[in-house]
């Protein structure tokens, strides 16, 4: 039984766009560590909110 082999040219390009990715991924969390971080919590007291902490 034989073993299917991807053709070297297809392999390194392939191998390339994985690198530009890897590169461009790093390049994005690195930009992303810089900025402060967004608020996600409502703005609104829970008291302004019907039925949200029943008491």
């Known amino acids: ?5 991807v053709p070297q040219e297809v392999y ?5 766009e ?5 590169e461009a991924l ?6 992303s560590d810089a900025q402060p971080l967004i608020n996600v919590e ?3 007291p829970t008291e302004a909110i019907p039925g949200a902490f029943p008491q």
């Open 26 to 31: 790093a390049k994005n969390k690195s930009a």
């Open 18 to 22: 994985w690198q530009l990715l890897r």
């Open 1 to 5: 039984m034989t073993i299917k082999t």
């Open 42 to 44: 409502p703005s609104l």
């Open 12 to 16: 390194q390009r392939h191998e390339r």
